[in-house]
T-cell receptor
Framework: EDKVVQSPLSLVVHEGDTVTLNCSYE??????LLWYKQEKKAPTFLFML????IEKKSGRLSSILDKKELFSILNITATQTGDSAVYLC?????????????FGSGTQLTVLP | NAGVTQTPKFRVLKTGQSMTLLCAQD?????MYWYRQDPGMGLRLIHY?????TTAKGEVPDGYNVSRLKKQNFLLGLESAAPSQTSVYFC????WGTGIDEQFFGPGTRLTVL
């Protein structure tokens, strides 16, 4: 059974702190790993990772994938209250002609002023 | 472009009633998906479609049916609603192409079954 596990489940920090969110996976037919941000509405796309060791960056957010150890991390530096959200990790699996996503349960990040 | 839209946004049903959720996308995407999201459980795939006229089961298909008669629309049906189907339902779509796996999500439908 395909499995995606995120940790921690929740995290409370103060503005300016740096956080690291973890995502480990055990799946067959790995294709890519996606990170999404969800703020009480539809998830919004952050990153797509396919190759090990190549960091993706967008402003204060960055992410990296380790395909040997089967995990990814999402870093957020100099956190702001607007970063408060649930961060979802999803692994894309190839299934015949289809691509399916298996999601982790998410990390609830709360950034206090 | 409206992206992915869902109707209705909210619905309350009584046990045993039926309803259909409509998802529409204007991005000419091949793939469409229906998910449900329950507290603390992330998103779970109900059914998906790889093109017009095709559907397939996901992780939690029981109690749901789907149809994709037109490329831009994907319908999710509940024939006899149960309280266990109380959830937030998200539709998503994605492009069929090399190196592009991002799924675009609709705003969600909050369904309560009494």
């Amino acid at each position: 059974e395909d499995k995606v596990v995120q940790s921690p489940l929740s995290l409370v920090v103060h503005e300016g702190d740096t956080v690291t969110l973890n995502c480990s996976y055990e799946v067959t037919n790995f294709r890519s790993l996606l990170w999404y941000k969800q703020e009480k509405k539809a998830p919004t796309f952050l990153f797509m990772l396919t190759s090990s060791g190549i960091e993706k960056k967008s402003g204060r957010l960055s992410s990296i994938l380790d395909k040997k150890e089967l995990f990814s991390i999402l870093n957020i530096t100099a956190t702001q209250t607007g970063d408060s959200a649930v961060y979802l990790c999803a692994v894309v699996i190839s299934s015949g002609s289809a691509r399916q996503l298996t999601f982790g349960s998410g990390t609830q990040l709360t950034v206090l002023p | 472009n409206a992206g992915v839209t869902q109707t209705p946004k909210f619905r309350v049903l009584k046990t045993g009633q039926s309803m259909t959720l409509l998802c529409a996308q204007d991005m000419n995407h091949e793939y469409m998906y229906w998910y449900r999201q329950d507290p603390g459980m992330g998103l779970r795939l109900i059914h998906y479609s790889v093109g017009e006229g095709t559907t397939a089961k996901g992780e939690v298909p029981d109690g749901y049916n789907v149809s994709r008669l037109k490329k831009q629309n994907f319908l999710l049906g509940l024939e006899s609603a149960a309280p266990s189907q109380t959830s937030v339902y998200f539709c998503a779509s994605s492009y069929w192409g090399t190196g592009i796996d991002e799924q675009f999500f609709g705003p969600g439908t909050r369904l309560t079954v009494l």
